[in-house]
């Protein structure tokens, strides 16, 4: 089952067909695998890495530390669970250390991203506080490296 | 046919005052590599997907390299001791526990080398005397006709068969000793054929060198790419009747893709070790100090990658096997290294025309299995470290290939 997952994280697009022989499996049983993964929350989605730097188009990411005051009952999670709704928001995590959300947001413009900030989340009567931290260049995301040297390694075409 | 195993002596100078040849003897005896002209074949081609190489595909783990350039700028650039780090030797004697329960005095029983590929020329240099005789399977790894002939000793083959799995049989070993034979060479898993000996077929052998006071040399730099087998892997170090008589030659090139780093090891009785040591530290010195400090990172925390690779490898191993055996060439089930040894018999052509003509035709490099021995005649060595898509696409040119060429029935 593990294997599976793994090859579907590698390039999700892997056909069944093709993770049956990979793993010596009959087809069915890796649709039902899968299936049953997907059902389970296990596989949570399938979707493209895009780099819209390489288009050249200029969106623009920050990241947004933020400072809660947990609520009683609920903890973090309710006013987490409301950040999390904002589509502008790509990923978000509650970390350890000396504030509380780690908020990753894209706008089409610096500008869209502080008026997010202050009419979206500053706003938030849990928010204590917010430091945001523009992102200037990606490197390498979700295990994906952005830019790989254009110098790929070689190997020799025959050895023995 | 196999250049490989009739070296020809080259004719001696006919009178007293003809110039001499500068080449020594025992090179010139050393027949042009039998995969030369593919090397041209391919440089004259675009679009080549290359099931012919013998190495990872993997770039070198990044904890391990970065180790590497650690050890660089805290100014490591020295000779090491002759043996091999302290710290790596201690380390690898832990490996081999850990892995085989087999023990070894990390002062005076391990030997870092620069790569297998030394470790067994100084495992041969070091035991064989001249025209003592070394008993190993065929088809077999390319090197070690040319090795075993420049330690003086000559290589005897004893065959595989398709049929058996191309493991190597000690009934077969013993028709062939004689009294110079010094030594069995095993490689487990093989290349090229991907063979795998079982533990009672590694005890088969153990024993026989036992009988006939024989050396067992191991080269198990395939040791950690073993799939789909009963048992786990049996090192010749864990034979424990066999401890004392056999060297076991590994290494990092493949277990953790560092073929470029040249490091390996042999471990074996102190005597030999010693001997080893001595040709060693005379034409080596030691092996690459950066290369060390790698080894040791990998040694310590690459298990997670060894695992990674060898799933990656099995899952292309499947793909190939499975898709060679669709488009009609039969292929035994390859339980360790990274290639498959298909039979092209049904094409009727011999190895050599099939590699030629399917690189020519299709732009697929794979390896003529005569280049390995006369047994391999009849085979072709493809590896499978390489991408799903390369593989794919590898396999949809040679079903064209060989529904092209199949004879007609
Ligand atoms: C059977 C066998 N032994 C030894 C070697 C050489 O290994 P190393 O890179 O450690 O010198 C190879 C490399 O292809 C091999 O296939």
């Known amino acids: 089952m593990e294997d599976i997952l793994r090859i579907l994280e590698q390039d999700g697009r892997t056909p069944p067909e093709r993770i049956a022989e990979m793993t010596g499996r009959s087809v069915e049983d890796v649709r039902a695998a899968i299936a049953e993964a997907e059902k389970s929350g296990v596989i949570v989605s399938y979707k493209s890495q895009v780099n819209w730097d390489a288009l050249g188009r200029g969106d623009v990411q920050a990241l947004i530390e933020v ?70 260049k990606r490197y390498k995301e979700d295990g994906t490296l952005f830019e790989t040297p254009n110098d790929a390694p070689q190997r020799l075409p025959l050895s023995l | 046919m196999n250049r490989q195993h009739t070296a020809q002596r080259a004719d001696p100078p006919q009178d007293a005052g003809a110039a001499r040849p500068r080449i020594a003897r025992r090179v010139q005896d050393i027949p042009p590599s039998g995969i030369r002209k593919f090397f041209d074949l391919i440089a004259s081609q675009e679009g080549i997907i290359s099931l012919g190489v013998g190495e990872p595909d993997f770039v070198t783990p990044w904890h391990i390299r970065e180790a590497a350039i650690d050890s660089l700028e805290r100014g490591h650039t020295h000779y090491t001791s002759n043996y091999g780090t302290p710290e790596l030797r201690g380390e690898l004697a832990a490996y081999l526990e850990r892995l085989y329960g087999a023990r070894y005095d990390p002062q005076s029983e391990l030997l870092i080398t620069v790569g297998v590929s030394e470790a067994l020329d100084l495992t041969l240099r070091a035991t064989l005397d001249l025209d003592d005789e070394v008993i190993t399977g065929d088809p077999c790894y390319v090197a070690y006709f040319p090795v075993v002939h420049m330690a003086g000793g000559k290589l005897i083959t004893a065959p595989t068969a398709m049929e058996d799995e191309f493991r190597l049989r000690a009934s077969e070993i013993e028709r062939r000793v004689t009294p110079r034979t010094r030594a069995v060479l095993i490689n487990n898993p093989a290349n090229p054929t991907g063979a795998v000996l079982d533990r009672a077929a590694a005890a088969e052998i153990a024993e026989l060198a036992e009988t006939r006071d024989l050396l067992l040399i191991a080269d198990e730099i395939y040791d950690r790419l073993v799939y789909s087998t009963d048992e786990p892997f049996t090192s010749f170090a864990s034979l424990n009747g066999a401890r004392d008589r056999t060297i076991v030659l590994g290494g990092f090139s493949k277990s953790f893709a560092m073929t470029g780093w040249r490091v390996g090891y042999a471990a074996g009785p102190a005597d030999i070790i010693a001997a080893m040591m001595k040709v060693h530290q005379y034409t080596m010195m030691s092996a690459p100090t950066t290369a060390q400090a790698a080894a040791l990172e990998a040694l310590r925390t690459g298990e997670r990658d060894v695992a990674e690779m060898r799933e990656a490898y099995d899952h292309r191993r499947r793909l190939l096997v499975r898709g060679l055996r669709r488009i009609g060439l039969h292929c035994v089930e390859p339980r360790g290294a990274f290639y498959a040894f298909p039979s092209i018999l049904s094409t009727g052509m011999s190895s050599e025309d099939f590699a030629e003509r399917l690189l020519m035709e299709e732009g697929v490099a794979v390896v003529p299995g005569s280049a390995f021995g006369p047994s391999g005649e009849g085979f072709v060595r493809c590896c499978y470290a390489a991408s799903v898509e390369q593989i794919e696409e590898a396999l949809t040119r040679m079903e064209r290939f060989v529904k092209r060429h199949a004879r007609g029935r």
């Open chain 1, 67 to 136: 400072r809660v005051a947990p609520q009683r009952d609920v903890g973090f999670d309710a006013v987490a669970a409301r950040i999390a709704r904002f589509p502008e928001v790509r990923s978000m995590h509650l970390v350890s250390g000396d504030f509380d959300l780690s908020v990753q947001v894209t706008g089409e413009s610096i500008y869209a991203i502080s008026n997010f900030v202050t009419s979206k989340l500053a706003v938030l009567d849990a928010v204590q506080g917010t430091a945001t931290r523009f992102i200037l």
